[in-house]
């Protein structure tokens, strides 16, 4: 059995640590300022390093960007899973609303990373492909309970026959291609989850401010919508 290298070992502690507190600072840049404040001398002064040094261990911008989009669909993803982990006993219906519930409380809670994710382009920034399968965890875990609570609606009426197919549906599947999942849940899914985001970018944003009213009332609202065209 081969010994591990201590130098090398210490080396790639060092450089992972130095890589968390670049993405710790960014993120707070983030919070500060948007986007637009994001700075990478900035950054590497904050963590006592030149700006070139940085480089060494984020090639650019965009590399931090991406690093940042990463951990972030991560975090979304876990919090999904572990919402849905922690209600696995209760019905499907209470465990897709343990999941959107615990959607909205991630995005409250951290609102920069959000928008990261979801709000208004970086310019000059597009997410490369290693992105889609962080992302696509995020979605799959929303679709898979609401399936869940579909099939147990069937199970309950077995004369419930599915809505006709769209032109919607025919696209959807070529990008959800899961033969398994109905492709009018799918359809569901994608018009739900882009509900829930007007409602919590707009929250995000402030829009909801002057009209003084609860706007997890209103996120919960939608919930009740997407289930019941489930």
Do not use: C
């Not at 090398?8 to 300022?33: H, I, N, P």
């Not at 948007?34 to 963590?47: D, V």
């Not at 040094?53 to 919090?79: H, I, M, P």
């Not at 219906?93 to 995005?107: I, Q």
């Amino acid at each position: 059995m081969s010994k591990s290298n201590p130098v090398v070992d210490r080396r790639e502690r060092y450089r992972e640590q130095t890589r968390e507190e670049a993405k710790a600072v960014a993120l707070r840049q983030l919070a500060e300022s948007g986007t637009g404040g994001l700075s990478l001398n900035a950054i590497a002064r904050e963590i006592g390093l030149s700006g070139p040094a940085l480089y060494r261990y984020f090639a650019n911008r965009d590399a931090l960007l991406t690093a940042l989009v990463l951990d972030g669909f991560t975090a979304v993803g876990d919090v999904l899973d572990q919402a849905a982990a922690d209600a696995a006993d209760e019905p499907p219906e209470a465990r897709l609303r343990a999941v959107l519930g615990a959607f909205r409380a991630w995005s409250i809670a951290e609102p920069h990373r959000y928008q990261l994710l979801f709000g208004t382009p970086v310019p000059a920034y597009r997410a490369p492909d290693v992105t889609i399968a962080a992302a696509a965890r995020m979605f799959t875990a929303v679709l898979r309970t609401m399936v869940d609570v579909a099939a147990e609606r069937d199970r309950a009426d077995p004369t419930r026959t599915p809505p006709a197919p769209t032109p919607l549906d025919e696209q959807l599947v070529l990008w959800y291609a899961d033969s398994s999942v109905p492709p009018h849940l799918v359809r569901a899914t994608v018009i739900g989850w882009s509900r829930l985001h007007g409602v919590l970018s707009l929250e995000i944003q402030g829009a909801f401010g002057p009209m003084r009213f609860d706007a997890g009332l209103l996120y919960a609202s939608e919930v009740d919508t997407i289930i019941a065209s489930l």
